[in-house]
């Protein structure tokens, strides 16, 4: 356990490299867009439309969601790392592969979480936004969320391997797909014309949306853990036998 | 004569750049089309989302379903537009600094200007999210019933070249930072293209002014969709002049031009280190 906590701490300081001031930028657009966007949602529900949620509970679901957007919707460096050659390296290594990719992201949320989360956390009554959570369940919601995360992203890993160079695009196409079918940034329950009936039972709705609507108290924990479990236990057996298929097709030619 | 020559050149490079494009879709038919997709399904995962919550809510912050639409339509046309003009990470203008790359166009018999203008031109495979926004612009325009006159059209080109000159200025304004630290800000432009992009697709009526004011001075998203629609459709928000989003363009490409020079002085002097000397980029 110890090597891989040391490879998520190096991959934290990495982050930090070229000083703090360069992750500045980041942390002032995702400041500028959560401010406007907590306003949007006060000025959508403030119409008076029915909504399943009461304007206190979306907003603690948009700022709960941009506060912990990386474990949301989990992002490896995978995809990239095979373009540039990187993934190889991984193997020169006494460690398993999918252990090194998954310390290696945890140990990048770090700055972001100090950076951004920690002081945004502090200024939330500040903005009349409550962040006490509706239930415990959260935290295992929260946890099987990064799980399946893991999981989905190291099929798309897969994908781009299949697919030779286009990791790219693959990249492009599922961050389009997860940002809208996840409900980080619009509650699945929120979708119209009856999407949000469909929507909720697949894949990417364990995701992000699952344990913010825990948070917010706008779910059944009992309901939404079980389709979580059932997702992660359906797509980990999966996940691990595509890769363990593919890494004979990986092909790197370095950046 | 020497402008016509000029102009005629620059129509002959966008020429050069569209048959390079045209040659990598019938070359390499499988990979562009799943590029044309994925720019599809990326602007649209975007613009839906406000879309989306309009219909259910039957519009946001006094603007209807069908006024969010022409926004997102105004939104989609300009995506289109950077994808279309820009592929060549020639807006993307910090990845070249930072990567050691403007040096390889100095060696170029024309201008920097005039290749940075010209070389990003891919009118066939990204020209998909242009004639996207144009269908939804229409299909807007009639919902809305709106009276089009030769005005309006003019404004709407306008309009749309501010908001284009917005983008590319402020890009190349933050990417000056590469030219005095090329690691660290190769991907600032980045930042400050695609880190904006949603939030330049709120609407943002209904909304505090000083949010308003904000993102219409100090973070322009404002007039990346939101308040030239709004002009479009003959309600200037918040009393400004319909003017402000041209004027603000001059303005903002006036800093941008000062600065970007500055950095270009500095590089020419200073060089950059991001290659070893057997090739590898540090």
Not at chain 1, 85 to 103: D, F
Not at chain 1, 104 to 113: D, H, I, K, R, V
Not at chain 1, 144 to 154: E, H
Request: hydrophobic share 50%; glycine share 8%; aromatic share 12%.
């Amino acid at each position: 356990m110890f090597k891989y906590m040391k490879t998520a701490g190096m991959s934290c300081l990495e982050k930090t490299n070229g000083g703090i001031i360069y992750l500045l930028p980041d942390v002032l657009i995702k400041i500028c867009t959560l401010i406007p966007l907590i306003f949007l949602w006060r000025v959508v529900m403030t119409s008076g439309a029915r909504a399943g949620m009461n304007m206190s509970q979306m907003l603690t679901y948009t700022y709960v969601s941009s506060l912990l957007s990386d474990m949301m919707v989990i992002e490896t460096a995978a995809s990239g790392w095979l373009s540039e050659g990187v993934l190889m390296k991984l193997y020169g290594r006494p460690m398993s592969v999918l252990g090194q990719l998954a310390a290696q992201t945890a140990g990048s949320w770090l700055p972001m979480l100090l950076l951004f989360s920690l002081p945004m956390a502090l200024l939330a009554p500040a903005m009349g936004v409550s962040l006490k959570p509706a239930s415990p369940w959260f935290l295992l919601s929260l946890l099987l969320c990064i799980s399946l995360g893991f999981a989905i992203d190291f099929l798309f890993a897969c994908l781009s391997i299949k697919l030779r160079n286009m990791s790219w695009l693959i990249s492009r196409i599922r961050t389009a797909i997860v940002s809208l079918f996840s409900g980080t940034i619009i509650p699945i329950g929120l979708l119209p014309l009856g999407i949000d009936r469909i929507m909720k039972y697949q894949p990417f709705a364990c995701l992000g949306g699952s344990p913010l609507s825990v948070y917010v108290g706008s779910a059944d924990p009992g309901s939404v853990i079980l389709l979580q479990l059932i997702w992660n236990m359906l797509l980990w057996p999966v996940t691990l036998l595509v890769f363990k298929k593919s890494q004979e097709g990986i092909v790197s030619y370095g950046g | 004569m020497a402008v016509k020559n000029k102009v005629l050149r620059i129509l002959k490079l966008f020429g050069i750049s569209a048959r390079m494009d045209l040659t990598w879709l019938l070359r390499d038919t499988k990979y562009a089309i799943a590029g044309i997709t994925a720019d599809i399904i990326s602007n649209l995962s975007t613009v839906s989302g406000i879309y989306l919550i309009a219909l259910r809510f039957n519009g946001i912050g006094g603007l209807n379903t069908d006024e969010i639409l022409f926004m997102m339509a105004y939104s989609t046309i300009t995506t289109g537009l950077f994808i279309m003009f820009g592929s060549g990470n020639n807006i993307h203008i910090s990845r070249i600094i930072g990567r050691g790359q403007l040096e390889h166009l100095f060696m170029q018999p024309l201008s920097l200007k005039v290749q940075l203008f010209t070389s990003g031109f891919t009118p066939f495979t990204g020209g998909s999210n242009f004639v996207v926004g144009c269908i939804m612009l229409i299909i807007a325009m009639q919902r809305l019933s709106l009276p089009v006159t030769v005005w309006w059209v003019i404004f709407l080109i306008a309009y749309i070249l501010a908001t284009m000159t917005i983008i590319v200025a402020r890009a190349y304004l933050v990417s000056s930072a590469a030219f005095y630290a090329p690691v660290a800000a190769e991907e600032i432009s980045s930042a400050a293209i695609e880190g904006t992009w949603l939030l330049s697709t709120f609407p943002l009526s209904g909304m505090p002014s000083i949010i308003q004011v904000s993102l219409l001075t100090i973070l322009p998203e404002g007039l990346m969709a939101w308040f030239p629609s709004l002009c479009l459709l003959g309600r200037a928000p918040l009393n400004f002049t319909e003017y402000y989003p041209l004027a603000f363009a001059l303005i903002l490409s006036l800093i941008a031009s000062y600065v970007f020079r500055k950095g270009l002085n500095y590089y020419v002097k200073k060089g950059s280190n991001r290659y070893v000397p057997y090739g590898f980029r540090r």
